[in-house]
């Protein structure tokens, strides 16, 4: 009988021809005289090795894919991207039919870019549906609704890219551009941007972009009052106490009034707000310009994915086990039948309702309740491409986790937070190299979204990564080796290392590309 090691090797064309040749000479067949090919015998026997060997190659892959400890062994012998392929195409089957997991299918990217007019711009339509792109390798995003561009003010729109993948979460700091003329106005992905009061005195907030139809009615009613949200955006109408300084002087950030109303039960992501005389509809306060509803860290609102790797299957199916049985939901202490994977699977399970899972990377911290040790708590922090999770994904996924409850204790649920790092530098790119660029400057972009896949796995299983500056210098450098001179870096020089919570994000704004 064989052991258990035997079906795990393959037994070769070779091995079996010979296999086949003592066979012959045991049964006396005059093998000697098989000179060429030409014989049958000799002819017959070698095809008759090669049958066996593809149907023990396929055999000992069948018997390998049953094992996902064997997944990366079997992705690393394949020979080319086919062969990878059809591994992977298996792999997902035995998820369906051994752990009833189905494999997540790749997902478009949703954008918030900000576009800016400048002082002595015209007024200018932009249309749902115009092209934005970056600048080298045609990644291109189409806005989803229209909006008026007004001359020392900007629009925040949502943007959606025309093709699936990870390849559209470019870094903070990418040069984009609109595909349409528009005179005097620039287009970003920047970050969150500064808090900023929506207004002083009694005004009213109009929201447009991503809500258009929603309106937001003011109230300001001049004590030392706390913001606070009372509505239903089921309806659109939303009533918004400022916060004051008790002299009828609104304080309240942007940022504040999204968070307001999110925890109301809304779901605003990036608006643009106008501040009006409450009640009469009146132009725009003269005290007061438009602007923008901002949001937590990254431009992105749900990122671009890929078809799921082999990894996150295979580590969707090894938490999948601790969901059935105790350690899974009926009630045991932490920490048995290991209870932490669960929480992992339940994370970075894909919640009612969606197409896809918002969340790629969950870190599970027990005994710890939101950073602070507690016996009998856990963390779970949700991190996806963007770093951060939207407050509706974070909500979304913490149903995964009841209906029934699948945990015992004390459980808390949170986004990652977007801890943005600025990279700063000059690119020395050779002129001889036939790029423009531009065009270098998407590979290093890709380069980066890449990278932050490593950063991620290695985030998630608690190791805390550290950023180093030699590390960021050594993706760049190898993002385009027969462009890319060398790196003159100027930017952080100590690790950064990451909170408990913390989510990198890179910056490219600072990096800086010439020839020379």
């Known amino acids: 009988m064989a052991l258990f090691k035997d079906l795990m090797a393959s037994i070769s064309q070779s091995e079996y021809f010979t296999l086949l040749m003592a066979r012959h000479a045991a049964n006396e067949v005059p093998t000697q005289t098989w000179l060429s090919v030409v014989n049958l015998g000799l002819s017959i026997t070698q095809y008759v090795s090669e049958l066996l060997a593809q149907q023990s190659a396929l055999l000992t892959e069948t ?70 792109g970056t600048t080298g390798n045609g990644l291109l995003w189409a806005a989803q609704i229209d909006a008026e561009l007004v001359p020392s003010q900007r629009a925040v729109v949502e943007f959606v890219a025309d093709t699936a993948g990870s390849a559209a979460n470019v870094p903070i700091g990418t040069e984009l551009e609109l595909k349409s003329t528009f005179v005097g106005v620039s287009i970003t992905n920047q970050a969150s941007g500064a808090a900023t009061a929506v207004g002083t005195g009694n005004a009213g907030l ?70 009006r005389n409450q009640g009469t509809g009146g132009s725009v306060m003269a005290s007061v310009s438009s602007v923008a509803l901002d949001w937590d860290g990254s431009y992105i609102q749900s990122s671009g994915s890929d078809v799921e790797s082999a990894q996150r299957l295979r580590r969707r199916c090894e938490t999948r086990l601790d969901t059935i049985g105790g350690g899974g939901g009926l009630g045991l202490p932490p920490g048995m039948l290991g209870t932490e994977d669960s929480l992992v699977f339940w994370g970075l399970a894909r919640p009612t309702g969606y197409k896809a899972s918002p969340v790629r990377w969950v870190r599970v911290l027990s005994n710890n309740k939101l950073g602070v040790m507690s016996g009998g708590e856990s963390t779970v922090i949700l991190a996806s491409q963007a770093g951060a999770v939207t407050a509706a994904d974070v909500t979304a996924v913490s149903g995964n986790y ?55 796995d290695e985030w998630s299983r608690n190791e805390s990564p550290s950023i180093f500056s030699a590390k960021i210098v050594s993706v760049i450098d190898g993002a385009d080796p027969a462009s890319i001179l060398w790196v003159e870096w100027t930017g952080f020089v100590a690790p950064i290392v990451l909170a408990w919570n913390e989510f990198p994000s890179f910056n490219t704004a600072g990096l800086a590309y010439q020839y020379g």
């Open 63 to 132: 018997f390998r894919s049953l094992y996902l400890e064997e997944w990366q062994g079997l992705l690393d012998d394949a020979v080319n991207s086919s062969d990878k392929q059809r591994l992977e195409e298996r792999f997902r089957v035995n998820a369906k039919n051994f752990y009833g997991i189905e494999y997540e299918a790749e997902q478009l990217q949703v954008a918030r870019f900000v576009l800016t007019s400048v002082a002595t711009a015209p007024t200018q339509s932009l249309s749902a549906g115009s092209l934005a």
């Open 206 to 275: 109009y929201l447009y972009a991503a809500q258009s139809g929603v309106t937001v009615a003011v109230v300001n009613l001049g004590a030392s009052l706390p913001l606070l949200v009372t509505g239903n955006l089921g309806t659109k109408i939303v009533t918004v106490q400022l916060r004051t300084n008790g002299a009828a002087v609104a304080q309240s950030t942007a940022d504040e009034v999204r968070k307001a109303i999110n925890a109301a039960g809304g779901n605003v992501a990036a608006l643009v707000i106008y501040a």
């Open 402 to 456: 009841e209906s029934p409850r699948k945990y015992w204790g004390g459980i808390n649920i949170a986004s990652a937070t977007l801890l943005s790092i600025p990279l700063i530098g000059v690119i020395h790119v050779r002129s001889s190299s036939g790029k423009t660029l531009a065009e270098v400057k998407d590979s290093v972009a890709a380069a980066l979204v890449a990278f932050l896949d490593v950063i991620g």
